[in-house]
Structures are given as C-alpha cells and as structure tokens.
C-alpha cells in the first residue's frame, strides 16, 4: 500500500460507521441469519455430548446480532442448557453495542457473559497465562481472520481449545467472489500491511487439507449495493468504499487514477473495472465448520 494510504481497522470509529453502512447496503447478515436457520442448527445440535452447560467463545463478535442468534439456535437445539460465552472483541464501541442488545433482551439469564475487550492474539496470550484448562464446545469466527496477523495460527489455537464433539464456525468471504476478484487484481495497492487484510475461505480451505482437519464448507451469497460509490463527496459512498477496500479514506489517500470511467473512486484504474462499473458486488461468504 503507498505511504499514504492507511488501513482501515485502524480507525475504529471509521471502520465500524463504514461496517454500519455495508450492512445497510448489503444482504450480509441477511444471508448469515438463514445460515443460521437452516444449515447452523444440525451442526450446533452435534455438539456437546448431552453435557447440561457449554462453553462458546465468539471472536471478532461485533455489535453481537449474531452471536444472539446463535445463542438462541444452540438453546433451541439443547432445550434447558445454560452456556458460559467469552466474546472476544478489540472495539470497545461494539462491545458497548452489544452489552446494550443484551440488555434489551429478556430472558438470557441462561448466559453468563464475559466480555473480553481484546484483540484474538491478546486473548490467546491471557488464556496460556492463565494456563486455563477449559474446553469450548462451540467457537465461531465470523468475517474477522481479515484483521490477525495469522490466521492459520488463529485458527490452530482456537481448535486446540475445542472438545471432543466440539465445532469450530469460519465465515470469510469466499474465494470466488468480487472480493476476492478485487484483491486478486490489486493486492500488492490494497494488502499490504501486517494483517491478513486479503485472506478468503479459499486460503483457509488450503491451510485445512495441509494440515489433514476435517471440515465442512457452505456457501453464504450475499450482494452489496455500491451504486453510492459513483456519487463524487457522497459521504455514505466514501465510507463504502473505505470498507470495500479496507483504506481509510480511500478517495482521498489512494493514487491518482490513471483512467476515467468512476467519478466518485480515484483509484487504481482496475479497481474502476472491477467495482465501479457494476452497481451491485456479488460476494459469496464462505463458512466452514471442523
Ligand atoms: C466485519 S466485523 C464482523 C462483526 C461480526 N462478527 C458480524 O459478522 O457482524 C469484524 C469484527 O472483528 C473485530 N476485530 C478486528 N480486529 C480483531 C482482532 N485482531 N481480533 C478479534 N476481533 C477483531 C472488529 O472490531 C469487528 O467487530
């Protein structure tokens, strides 16, 4: 990435009003929710071994819509069980967002919460300092390897602390989607920083079959609305292309173009052939459970 241009996550303010906006403009969670009603539920109900209490571990949780979600699928799916859940969360905005979710929500007393304002690796170095021995029967990870320095080692840690029946949930985008198209194309403008920015379902699936860990795949399609993106000082355009992209400020860092054709995003000229000109960004997110 030129000098100039800064990662994204790095803002948390700019990065969570730009995830605001893709979920608005987007069918994201849309397409997780039905994942999680339809798909989700067969794959909870194999955890646990009958046990009356489990333990989750959320990472990269957000605002925690979906991790509720889960939550309430796993209950359904274990009638009576009560559930210890360690939501791994570096935002202190979203914790806060999803601290007040809870709040509005009767009838969880069946959870105990523990919020863990941390990063995964932080999390990662606390629990081997504590040389904590307990086991998770259910951990989910969903659109966050993007933000680790690495997700294989992510992923093994977070595997090591599953028990026996236990399951591990990935959602990334997939690794033929627009997305990943765009980074395929722009990787060396786009990726280049210490975090795995570019990562997709695709690279996890290889890192899996290296390392012989069984898992299963599903495809998530979602689409994401990006006809703001043409509006030229269109605040709301801005801040989707800065999610789009992962740059802070993208219109206003990135080099000048070298080509014409998308008013509102100065911008490596393939990035103009790959997003602009389309309204609508196809993306398939891809799950994987081991
Ligand atoms: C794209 S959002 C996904 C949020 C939520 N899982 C969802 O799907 O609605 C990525 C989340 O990962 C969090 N995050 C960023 N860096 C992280 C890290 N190193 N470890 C854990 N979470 C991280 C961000 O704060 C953000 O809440």
Same mark, same amino acid.
């Given at each position: 990435m030129a000098s100039s241009m800064k990662t994204l996550v790095d803002d948390d303010s700019r990065y969570q009003k730009s995830f605001e906006l893709f979920l608005e403009s987007s069918t994201e969670h849309q397409c997780m929710q039905d994942f999680i009603h339809h798909v989700l539920p067969d794959i909870l109900a194999s955890? *646990?071994? *009958?046990?009356s209490h489990l333990n989750v571990i959320g990472v990269g949780s957000g605002a925690g819509e979906i991790d509720l979600e889960i939550l309430s699928q796993l209950r359904l799916k274990h009638p009576g069980v009560t559930v210890d859940n360690e939501v791994v969360e570096p935002s202190s905005q979203q914790i806060q967002s999803y601290r007040a979710l809870v709040s509005r929500k009767p009838d969880l007393d069946w959870i105990k919460f523990t919020w863990n304002q941390m990063t995964a690796s932080e999390f990662e170095e606390q629990w081997k300092e504590k040389k904590t021995t307990k086991k998770a029967d259910f951990v989910h990870m969903i659109q966050m390897l993007y933000y680790v320095k690495d997700p294989g080692a992510t992923i093994s840690f977070f595997q090591s602390l599953l028990n026996k029946s236990g399951k591990l949930l990935i959602i990334l985008v997939s690794g033929e989607g627009g997305w990943a198209k765009l980074w395929k194309a722009y990787k060396d403008q786009l990726c280049i920083s210490d975090i795995s920015q570019c990562v997709t379902a695709g690279d996890i699936r290889g890192f899996l079959d290296a390392k012989r860990l069984s898992y299963r795949s599903f495809q998530l399609p979602s689409q994401m609305d990006i006809t703001e993106c043409f509006t030229k000082g269109d605040e709301k355009g801005e801040l989707l292309l800065d999610f789009l992209t992962e740059v802070q400020d993208f219109s206003k860092t990135a080099p000048p173009r070298a080509e014409s054709g998308c008013p509102a995003a100065p911008a490596p000229p393939g990035l103009q052939r790959g997003v602009c000109r389309q309204s609508h960004l196809q993306q398939q997110a891809g799950g994987a459970a081991c």
């Open positions: 955890v *646990g071994n *009958g046990k």
